[in-house]
C-alpha cells in the first residue's frame, strides 16, 4: 500500500492537481485579489460543470433510480432550535490550542500526544494553551438587532433540513416505510484548519440522503446501504483500488450514531473520508419531538395503525470533497512517444498531462478543431459543433498547431476531440481522436453524435 501511495503521489501530488485546477479554470481561491479567504474557493468554468455533472450522478442514483426516494431543497437558514435539538450546539466541538508564541492554532487531536502532554508547540517549540472546546458551527445574527434573540447558524449540516420536513413528505407525497430523503445543498463549519486544496473547507457542499426504515431493521439496511455506496462509485468508474471501508471506533462516533463507517479515498496526501454511512437510530426524530412538541412518530396505516419514531441510515458525501476525489483519481502524466501520430501529436516523446474523466463527467464531452481556419474548414466545424450542441457538451479551437490543442483538451478532460480537415470536404468524414488512447479514427459526418453516445455508454476506463 506503501508503494501505491508514492507512485501515486509521483503523480497526482496535490500541489499539481491545486496548478492544474486554477490554470485550467476548474477551482480558483476565494477573493484572490485580496489576499485569499481561507476556507472557501470559487469553481471556475470547467469547475462548476464537472461538480454539476458530480451532483447529476449522485441525484440521478438517489432520486431516478430509487423508487422509494424523494428529494428535498430545505432553506440554509434554520430555526436555532433546531441546532439544540440536534445536539449541534451542545456537542459540535473540535478541541483547540492555541501557541502563545507563534500564534498557530491546532486541533488538539491533530498534534502529537508527546506535544499535546508537554504543551510544546510542534511548530515554534513555543508553550501551548490549555485545551478548550471551539464549536464549529458559523453564528450570525437575523434582523437588525445583534442580540441572543437574534441569533441564527449557518446550518453545518443538510441532514436536519430532511428531518424537520420528514412529516411533510409523508404527508404530501404519501411515503411509506421504509423510504428516503436526498438533498444536495451547501454546509458551513468553522473548521480550526483547514489544508489539502478543497479537502476541508468552512464552505462546502454535501449530497445525503436520509433512508427512514423501522426499529429493528435498522442493521439489515445499514448494511444493505453500505453495499450500495460501495456500487455506486464502482459504477462512476473510480480505482476501486484507492477506496477502503473505515469503521469508527467508540472514540470517533459522532453523539448520534450507533455505528459508522467511513468510505475512504486514497487521496495524494494519504487514505482520507469521502463519505460516512451512519446508524444514527431514533436520535434525531426523538429529539425533534423533544424540542418542538409536535410528535414524529410514524403512523404504519398497513399494520395497525402501528406507531414509532423511524431508525435513520444516512449516507453522507462532501460534494466539493468528490470533486477533489474525481480531479485526483482522473490525473495522469504518461510518457508519450512516437504513436506514428507524431506530427499531429506535437514532439515524439514528451509527458502528456490527462484528466481521464469517465464521459459522463467530463466538463467538456467533444471539442470541435479544424485543422486549418482557411479554406471553409472553420465554418464546417462551426456547423458541426452547433449539430452537435443541443445533446453535447462541446468546445470550439481553432488556435494554435493541432496537437497542442490536442494536448489542451487532454488536460481538461475531454474525452473525444473532431477534427475537420480537408478531407471533410470531399467525404464529408472528419477525425474522432480518443483522449485516453490517442487513437484517432475517421467516421462519417453524420453517424458522429451517435457514435459519440456508444462511446459514452460502453466507456471502460483502461486499466494502469
Ligand atoms: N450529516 C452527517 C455529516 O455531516 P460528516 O462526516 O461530518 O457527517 C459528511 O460529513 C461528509 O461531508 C464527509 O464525509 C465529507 O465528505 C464532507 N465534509 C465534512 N466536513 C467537510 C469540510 N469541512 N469540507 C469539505 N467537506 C466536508
Request: aromatic share 10%; net charge negative.
Amino acid at each position: 500500500m506503501e508503494e501505491q501511495l508514492n507512485e501515486y503521489q509521483g503523480k497526482a501530488t496535490m500541489d499539481k492537481i491545486t496548478s492544474l485546477a486554477k490554470r485550467r479554470g476548474f477551482v480558483f481561491q476565494s477573493s484572490e485579489i485580496y489576499g485569499g479567504q481561507n476556507g472557501a474557493w470559487d469553481y471556475g468554468p470547467l469547475g462548476i460543470e464537472l461538480k454539476n455533472r458530480i451532483a447529476g450522478a449522485w441525484w440521478k442514483e438517489m432520486t431516478q433510480l430509487h423508487d422509494d426516494i424523494v428529494g428535498l431543497d430545505a432553506a440554509i437558514l434554520m430555526h436555532p432550535r433546531t441546532w439544540e435539538a440536534s445536539g449541534h450546539v451542545e456537542n459540535f466541538t473540535d478541541p483547540l490550542v492555541d501557541c502563545k508564541k507563534c500564534k498557530a492554532r491546532f486541533r488538539a487531536d491533530q498534534i502529537p500526544e508527546e506535544n499535546l502532554a508537554a504543551k510544546k508547540c510542534p511548530e515554534c517549540e513555543g508553550e501551548l494553551t490549555d485545551t478548550r472546546k471551539f464549536n464549529l458551527m458559523f453564528k450570525t445574527h437575523i434582523g437588525p438587532a445583534e442580540d441572543t434573540a437574534s441569533v441564527i447558524y449557518l446550518r453545518p449540516e443538510t441532514a436536519q433540513g430532511i428531518y424537520v420536513n420528514y412529516k411533510n413528505i409523508i404527508q404530501s407525497n404519501r411515503m411509506k416505510i421504509p423510504f428516503g430523503i436526498a438533498q444536495i445543498g451547501k454546509a458551513f463549519r468553522n473548521e480550526i484548519v483547514t489544508k489539502n486544496f478543497i479537502f476541508r473547507t468552512c464552505e462546502f457542499e454535501q449530497m445525503e440522503m436520509q433512508y427512514f426504515v423501522k426499529p429493528g431493521t435498522d442493521e439489515e439496511w445499514f448494511v444493505e446501504w453500505k453495499k450500495r455506496r460501495w456500487a455506486y462509485y464502482d459504477k462512476l468508474g473510480v480505482k476501486m483500488d484507492h477506496l477502503r471501508w473505515h469503521q469508527h471506533g467508540p472514540g470517533e462516533l459522532a453523539h448520534y450514531a450507533k455505528d459508522a463507517y467511513d468510505i475512504e479515498y486514497l487521496f495524494p496526501m494519504g487514505w482520507r473520508e469521502l463519505e460516512g454511512v451512519h446508524n444514527r437510530t431514533d436520535y434525531d426524530l426523538s429529539r425533534h419531538t423533544q424540542y418542538s412538541g409536535k410528535d414524529m412518530q410514524y403512523i404504519d396505516q398497513d399494520n395497525n395503525n402501528e406507531r414509532y419514531i423511524p431508525y435513520i441510515i444516512e449516507t453522507s458525501a462532501g460534494l466539493t470533497r468528490n470533486v477533489l476525489m474525481i480531479l485526483c483519481d482522473a490525473y495522469d502524466e504518461e510518457q508519450v512517444t512516437d504513436k506514428g501520430s507524431a506530427a499531429s501529436e506535437g514532439s515524439a516523446d514528451d509527458i502528456r498531462t490527462v484528466l481521464r474523466f469517465h464521459p459522463s463527467l467530463a466538463p467538456v464531452t467533444v471539442a470541435v478543431l479544424p485543422l486549418m481556419k482557411k479554406d471553409g474548414l472553420a465554418e464546417m466545424a462551426q456547423d458541426i459543433r452547433t449539430e452537435l450542441k443541443e445533446d453535447f457538451a462541446t468546445d470550439y479551437d481553432q488556435a494554435g498547431a493541432i496537437g497542442r490543442r490536442y494536448r489542451r483538451q487532454d488536460e481538461a478532460g475531454t474525452p473525444f476531440c473532431v477534427t475537420v480537415d480537408y478531407q471533410s470536404k470531399d467525404d464529408n468524414t472528419v477525425t474522432l481522436r480518443f483522449r485516453d488512447s490517442m487513437e484517432q479514427i475517421r467516421v462519417p459526418k453524420a453517424e458522429l453524435a451517435s457514435r459519440l453516445r456508444q462511446e459514452i455508454k460502453t466507456y471502460k476506463r483502461a486499466a494502469k
